[in-house]
């Protein structure tokens, strides 16, 4: 799930500088032909080392946006790009009259995992989970890692019965999940909603933690 796999990079930098480079050698290739009344070569092999180029260096590209948006260990979008994202969300769903749901995720007893079991395993832990957001949840919404073992998701929805059956679901899958050092995972969820409880994502996170610390207090009182 990591950022190891290459295929996960968009297309879209290497398409455009080939199609720029291809273009322009397009446009050199008929103006040969023009001034001389035909092109040296009909097969253009002198054609194949820029677009070459332009196929790496567009490649370089993906790769950098991809990683300036992504976080390291999950895939998943990092903090930075839902906060530059937020704003233009947030417009779109007030000209659509649509509501956001704003779910803050903790994983229980994380520190303790990493304690007991090593950093790698608490790595792993991270990676699965986010697994199960992406499996729970639909390919619109933002899923990302907000730092640490927590997740941060975007949702937009028109009833809010959609976001509680998306928490169940992801829950199910929980609990059906089996861990190495664990016979089950817990998470603590905090929810918070546009416009209802605020008009911008930091105030819309803030209850949202809110929330979710309250529940890691009612997780600790019950498991201790």
Partial sequence: MGLNAENTY???????????VASILFFIRSMVKIQMGQVPHHIPL????????????????DKYVYLS?????????NRRYVSEKSLKII??????ELNIGILLIDVNDF????????????????????????????????ISRWGGDEFLIISKYSDENTIFKKINELETRLNKT??????????SIGTSSFPKDGQNLKVLVELADCKMYKRKVYYKKRTN
Avoid: C, M
């Avoid at 968009?10 to 720029?20: A, N, W």
């Avoid at 417009?91 to 659509?96: I, L």
């Fill in 10 to 20: 968009s297309y879209k930098g290497r398409v455009i500088t080939v199609l720029f």
């Fill in 46 to 61: 002198l054609g194949i080392f820029p677009v070459t180029i332009a196929w790496f260096l567009g490649r370089e590209y």
């Fill in 178 to 187: 089996e861990w190495q050092h664990k016979e089950g995972l817990s998470i």
């Fill in 111 to 142: 520190k303790d995992i990493n304690d007991k079991y090593g950093h790698d395993y608490g790595d792993q832990i991270l990676e699965k989970t986010a697994g199960l957001l992406v499996q729970s949840f639909d390919e619109k919404d933002i």
């Fill in 69 to 77: 948006t992504k976080d390291p260990l999950t895939g998943l979008f």
């Fill in 91 to 96: 417009k779109f769903a007030q000209r659509k």
